[in-house]
């Protein structure tokens, strides 16, 4: 007698997605003119893997919209003493010895780095982690806005609350998709061979775009709604002075996008 099996039917692999990481930095360099699309090339090529295998999880790479002189990446750890192993296993490496005189020839200045941390346990960047760096045609990934709110003192609950319950609805209803926040690690730079901030106070939180016609239709939404004017006097009040704000490109191989 033949007897039929049940089929089984083995379910395609999750997508893996996890909010990272606990340690963030967000890192802008200066470079000489003409050199940004040099360094991303060399970076991508010889940059990308190389940190991943230390255990940095490089997040994203950028050209700066509105400085074509500026290219800002993000890198995470899992923690601080993390972040020292591996950033000195990177910088002692074979990767970096071979290529570390051609990036710093791109560069006028590379220590505007800002240490971070997520504002809550899921307010970080949520990304595909089982995925490699794949290349996508860098003209279609979408536009990045990065908004950076300066204080006198560390980022309080007051602020927190203020944004969750004004901010975040108001420019969530404009049109921005809000994808993560974070403010300032204030633990002591583990690895001081790269310079980063300090002494310094910020909360700097993401947003995605289409592109750059949906960030200027966003933020005409924003002037023109109701409320909008309150909500930015009650900003205004709590900085030390006006938010920097960076529209971002990705690179083909930007995890963000």
């Excluded at 998709?177 to 583990?190: D, H, L, W």
């Amino acid at each position: 007698m033949i007897v039929d099996l049940p089929v089984v039917v083995r379910p395609a692999p999750p997508r893996i997605e996890t909010t990272c990481s606990p340690i963030v930095e967000l890192r802008q360099y200066t470079l000489h003119p003409r050199q940004r699309d040099v360094l991303i090339a060399l970076f991508e090529r010889e940059f990308l893997d190389t940190q991943e295998a230390t255990g940095i999880r490089v997040l994203g790479q950028f050209r700066d919209l509105d400085a074509p002189d500026r290219f800002v990446w993000l890198r995470g750890f899992p923690d601080m003493l993390q972040r020292r192993a591996s950033l000195e296993a990177f910088y002692t490496g074979p990767a970096w010895r071979a290529h570390r005189d051609a990036a710093n020839a791109t560069m006028i200045d590379s220590d505007d780095v800002l240490l971070l941390k997520p504002v809550a346990p899921a307010s970080g960047f949520a990304l595909d982690v089982s995925m490699p760096h794949v290349q996508h045609a860098a003209d279609h990934g979408g536009l990045l806005v990065a908004t950076t709110y300066a204080f006198d003192a560390p980022v309080d609950m007051d602020f927190l609350e203020f944004f969750a319950a004004d901010l975040h609805p108001a420019v969530s209803a404009a049109g921005a998709r809000v994808i993560a926040s974070f403010a300032t690690e204030s633990a002591p730079n583990t690895f001081p061979r790269l310079p980063v901030r300090e002494g310094e106070h910020v909360f700097t939180w993401f947003a995605r775009f289409d592109d750059a016609a949906a960030y200027a239709r966003y933020r005409e939404a924003l002037v023109a709604a109701p409320g909008w004017r309150a909500i930015a006097v009650s900003l205004a009040r709590r900085l030390l002075g006006p938010p920097q704000v960076l529209r971002l490109a990705p690179t083909s191989r930007s995890r963000l996008r």
